[in-house]
Antibody, heavy 114, light 110 residues
Framework: EVQLVESGGGLVQPGGSLRLSCTGS????????MNWVRQAPGKGLDWVSY????????HYADSVRGRFTISRDNAKNSVYLQMDSLRAEDSAVYYC???????WGPGTLVTVSS | QAGLTQPPSVSKGLRQTATLTCTGN????????ATWLQQHQGHPPKLLSY???NRPSGISERFSASRSGNTASLTITGLHPEDEADYYC???????????FGGGTKLTVL
């Protein structure tokens, strides 16, 4: 069974940083690209970032480019999202999603507030 | 980034058939197909259909996906109360180098 589990969310002040982690199991993690997708309360799904299986291709949404950094460690079956210079509008549940956004984790809540 | 277009809401009666649409362009749906996701309140999205329109194991045959040109469709037959949820489509956009989502369709089962 494919499983993804996120961690690292929490409450942070504007301008602060957080590092999210996502660990996969039940599939060969190293051959799949991964995404981070967020969802603000009561809103739709908002793609954040993509990383290819070998980390050779990385893409970001315009809203986070220059502030967020995606990375992965295939030996640990994990993908990460380093979030710097956080803003109130970054508050959302952050999900990791495999490849074509087929399988999703339960999400981790990030709240940016003073 | 521009997204895919979905109707905000669809209402159908119990045991009826609902068809949800997702319109993109030749850079996303037209060339890469779309994934369909179901989301109940307070839960993460759940896969209903891969980009090749195949269902994952465990998804009812009542859910079927198709594509014509730049528009993807999800048809749900014999509506059940538990089908009431938000439905999203998603596709990779090779022009934007970004994954795009539709705004979601809220399906109400009357």
């Amino acid at each position: 069974e494919v499983q993804l589990v996120e961690s690292g969310g929490g409450l942070v002040q504007p301008g602060g940083s957080l590092r999210l982690s996502c660990t996969g199991s039940g599939f060969t993690f190293s051959i799949y690209s991964m995404n981070w997708v967020r969802q603000a309360p009561g809103k739709g799904l908002d793609w954040v970032s993509y990383i290819s299986s070998s980390s050779s291709k990385i893409h970001y949404a315009d809203s986070v480019r220059g502030r967020f950094t995606i990375s992965r460690d295939n030996a640990k079956n994990s993908v990460y999202l380093q979030m710097d210079s956080l803003r109130a509008e970054d508050s959302a549940v952050y999900y990791c999603a495999r490849a074509d956004a087929d399988y999703w984790g339960p999400g981790t809540l990030v709240t940016v507030s003073s | 980034q521009a997204g895919l277009t979905q109707p905000p809401s669809v209402s159908k009666g119990l045991r009826q058939t609902a068809t949800l649409t997702c319109t993109g362009n030749s850079n996303n749906v037209g060339s890469h197909g779309a994934t369909w996701l179901q989301q109940h309140q307070g839960h993460p999205p759940k896969l209903l259909s891969y980009t090749n329109n195949n269902r994952p194991s465990g998804i009812s045959e009542r859910f079927s996906a198709s594509r014509s040109g730049n528009t993807a469709s999800l048809t749900i037959t014999g509506l059940h109360p538990e089908d009431e949820a938000d439905y999203y489509c998603s596709a990779w956009d090779s022009s934007l180098s970004a994954r795009v989502f539709g705004g979601g369709t809220k399906l109400t089962v009357l």
